[in-house]
C-alpha cells in the first residue's frame, strides 16, 4: 500500500481539489492508497472538510491535532500513523501536483539503492524572500546536515517504510524531516516535477516564521555559534593583550600621553554586549536542552475522521 501524508492548516478552500486529484491519481495507478490529513489544529473549518472528505473516500483518514505544532511535527504525526510501504509526503496549498506522484514513485520503486527520492523544481513560484530564504536552509543542510550538493530539497517526496520508521524512532523535540532523513541516509535521488500556484497566493509562513525555522535548523544542528563567540573572545584578549602591550611601549618612548576615555567606553561597551550575547546564547541551548530533557509531547491527537480508533497504529 501506498501512504499519503498531507499537514493541513487553514486549507478547508482546496483540500477538496486536492483529495479529488490524488484519488484520481492513485485510481489511475490501480494500486491501495491511504490519505492522511493531518490538521495542525488551524480552525473547525478546516477538520470539518477533512470529516466530509474522509465520509467521501474511503482511503482517506483525518488526525485532528489538539494544540498547533508545526509543519515538522505534524507531518510526523502522519508518518507514525502510515501503513504504506512507501509513503508519500506533500503539501496542502497545491503547488506540489498530484499528477507528478506516478512519476516520484516510479523513481524509488525502480531503482532498489534508493531510500527517498524528492521533487526537484524547475521553475519555483515562490517570492524572491522565499526563495532567499530555502536557499539558506539548504545552505545549512549541506554544511551542518551533509546534504549532498547537487541535491534539490524539497518537502514533495517519497520514502520507504524503513526510512520512515528511523525517522520515527528520533524522539528529539525539536524535529525537521529534512535533516532527519540526511542523519539517516545518503541514497537520495531527485525527479523534476511541476511547482503550483498557491490557490490564495499567499504562504502561511510568516517573516517571523521563516527565521524561527532557520535559528531551529541552525541552533539544533550546531554548537557553531558558540564556538564563535568563544573565537571572538579569544581574538578580543590577543587584542587587548597587544593594545597594552603598545600601552607600555608609548609610556617608555613618549610618556603617558594618549587619551584614554573614547577607549575606554568603546571597549566597555563592545565587552559588555558581547557579555550579554553570550548569556543569551548559553540560555537558548539551555532552554533546548531542557526541552529534550523533559521530552514533552510533539502532538497529541484530539479526534479521529475515516479509518476506526482501534486500527490506529503508533504514539507521539
Same mark, same amino acid.
Given at each position: 500500500?501506498?501512504?499519503?501524508?498531507?499537514?493541513?492548516?487553514?486549507?478547508?478552500?482546496?483540500?477538496?481539489e486536492?483529495?479529488?486529484?490524488?484519488?484520481?491519481?492513485?485510481?489511475?495507478?490501480?494500486?491501495?492508497?491511504?490519505?492522511?490529513?493531518?490538521?495542525?489544529a488551524?480552525?473547525?473549518?478546516t477538520?470539518?472538510?477533512?470529516?466530509?472528505?474522509?465520509?467521501?473516500?474511503?482511503?482517506?483518514q483525518?488526525?485532528?491535532?489538539?494544540?498547533?505544532?508545526?509543519?515538522?511535527?505534524?507531518?510526523?504525526?502522519?508518518?507514525?500513523?502510515?501503513?504504506?510501504?512507501?509513503?508519500?509526503?506533500?503539501?496542502? &496549498?497545491?503547488? %506540489?501536483?498530484?499528477?507528478?506522484?506516478? @512519476?516520484?514513485?516510479?523513481? $524509488?520503486? !525502480?531503482?532498489? =539503492?534508493?531510500?527517498?527520492?524528492?521533487g526537484?523544481?524547475?521553475?519555483?513560484?515562490?517570492?524572491?524572500?522565499?526563495?532567499?530564504?530555502?536557499?539558506?536552509?539548504?545552505?545549512?543542510?549541506?554544511?551542518?546536515?551533509?546534504?549532498?550538493r547537487?541535491?534539490?530539497?524539497?518537502?514533495?517526496?517519497?520514502?520507504?517504510?524503513?526510512?520512515?520508521?528511523?525517522?520515527?524512532?528520533?524522539?528529539?523535540?525539536?524535529p525537521?524531516?529534512?535533516?532527519?532523513?540526511?542523519?539517516?541516509?545518503?541514497?537520495?535521488?531527485?525527479? &523534476?516535477?511541476? %511547482?503550483?500556484?498557491?490557490?490564495?497566493? @499567499?504562504?502561511?509562513?510568516? $517573516?517571523? !516564521?521563516?527565521? =524561527?525555522?532557520?535559528?531551529?535548523?541552525?541552533?539544533?544542528?550546531?554548537?557553531?555559534?558558540?564556538?564563535?563567540?568563544?573565537?571572538?573572545?579569544?581574538?578580543?584578549?590577543?587584542?587587548?593583550?597587544?593594545?597594552?602591550?603598545?600601552?607600555?611601549?608609548?609610556?617608555?618612548?613618549?610618556?603617558?600621553?594618549?587619551?584614554?576615555?573614547?577607549?575606554?567606553?568603546?571597549?566597555?561597551?563592545?565587552?559588555?554586549?558581547?557579555?550579554?550575547?553570550?548569556?543569551?546564547?548559553?540560555?537558548?541551548?539551555?532552554?533546548?536542552?531542557?526541552?529534550?530533557?523533559?521530552?514533552?509531547?510533539?502532538?497529541?491527537?484530539?479526534?479521529?475522521?475515516?479509518?476506526?480508533?482501534?486500527?490506529?497504529?503508533?504514539?507521539?
Amino acid at each position: 500500500m501506498i501512504s499519503i501524508v498531507i499537514p493541513c492548516f487553514r486549507s478547508a478552500a482546496w483540500l477538496p481539489e486536492l483529495v479529488a486529484r490524488i484519488d484520481r491519481v492513485m485510481s489511475e495507478l490501480g494500486e491501495p492508497y491511504e490519505l492522511l490529513l493531518v490538521h495542525d489544529a488551524s480552525g473547525e473549518e478546516t477538520w470539518r472538510v477533512i470529516r466530509e472528505l474522509a465520509e467521501a473516500y474511503p482511503p482517506v483518514q483525518g488526525l485532528d491535532l489538539m494544540f498547533n505544532t508545526g509543519q515538522y511535527r505534524a507531518t510526523l504525526c502522519g508518518l507514525q500513523h502510515a501503513r504504506g510501504r512507501w509513503i508519500v509526503t506533500m503539501d496542502d &496549498d497545491l503547488q %506540489h501536483q498530484p499528477e507528478d506522484l506516478p @512519476r516520484l514513485l516510479e523513481a $524509488l520503486r !525502480g531503482d532498489p =539503492r534508493l531510500d527517498c527520492v524528492m521533487g526537484r523544481f524547475a521553475d519555483k513560484r515562490h517570492s524572491r524572500f522565499r526563495r532567499l530564504s530555502s536557499d539558506l536552509v539548504a545552505w545549512m543542510y549541506t554544511h551542518l546536515y551533509g546534504k549532498p550538493r547537487h541535491l534539490a530539497q524539497s518537502s514533495y517526496r517519497v520514502l520507504t517504510r524503513d526510512l520512515a520508521e528511523a525517522i520515527c524512532a528520533h524522539g528529539t523535540a525539536f524535529p525537521a524531516i529534512g535533516p532527519l532523513i540526511y542523519r539517516c541516509t545518503r541514497r537520495i535521488g531527485n525527479v &523534476d516535477v511541476t %511547482h503550483g500556484e498557491r490557490p490564495d497566493g @499567499r504562504s502561511s509562513y510568516t $517573516l517571523l !516564521g521563516l527565521v =524561527r525555522i532557520v535559528l531551529d535548523n541552525f541552533f539544533n544542528a550546531s554548537t557553531l555559534p558558540l564556538r564563535l563567540v568563544s573565537g571572538l573572545g579569544l581574538a578580543t584578549s590577543l587584542a587587548s593583550f597587544v593594545l597594552a602591550s603598545y600601552y607600555v611601549v608609548r609610556y617608555f618612548v613618549r610618556g603617558f600621553s594618549v587619551p584614554g576615555f573614547a577607549t575606554l567606553v568603546v571597549l566597555n561597551l563592545f565587552l559588555g554586549g558581547m557579555i550579554l550575547f553570550t548569556v543569551g546564547l548559553l540560555g537558548e541551548y539551555l532552554s533546548r536542552l531542557m526541552q529534550e530533557v523533559r521530552r514533552p509531547p510533539r502532538w497529541a491527537i484530539r479526534q479521529r475522521a475515516g479509518r476506526p480508533d482501534d486500527d490506529q497504529p503508533g504514539e507521539p
